[in-house]
């Protein structure tokens, strides 16, 4: 799963969440803005992390529009659905 940790007047946070709808891939956006989400907001700050988005993918996290970072975190998604999906069978038919 992929998170943007944002706000909603981030023009960088946005381009993010376009290019992750353009991309197909399930992810969480966290709007840090609401009084719900400040003590992530202070994890990620005490992280180190002074801009937004904050983007967490199942292998790192960083922060920036970074389309080429969000790119292979979306193929590793896709990957991974791929992989952890439950193969489907067709019922058997009795011949007796």
């Known amino acids: 799963m992929i998170t ?3 706000t909603e007047d981030c023009v960088q946070c946005k381009r993010a969440t376009v ?3 353009k991309e197909q891939v399930p992810y969480e956006y966290i709007d840090l803005d ?3 989400n400040q003590a992530k907001l202070a994890a990620l700050r005490a992280a180190g992390f002074q801009q937004a988005p904050v983007i967490e993918t199942p292998t ?3 922060t ?3 389309p080429d ?3 292979k975190a979306a193929a590793e998604v896709r990957q991974s659905l791929m992989t952890t999906a439950p193969e489907l069978t067709s019922p058997q ?3 007796g």
Do not use: P
């Open 69 to 71: 970072r969000i790119k």
């Open 34 to 36: 609401l009084e719900k």
């Open 64 to 66: 920036g529009f970074d």
């Open 4 to 6: 943007v940790n944002g």
């Open 93 to 95: 038919l009795s011949t």
């Open 60 to 62: 790192e996290r960083f």
């Open 19 to 21: 290019l992750l709808d």
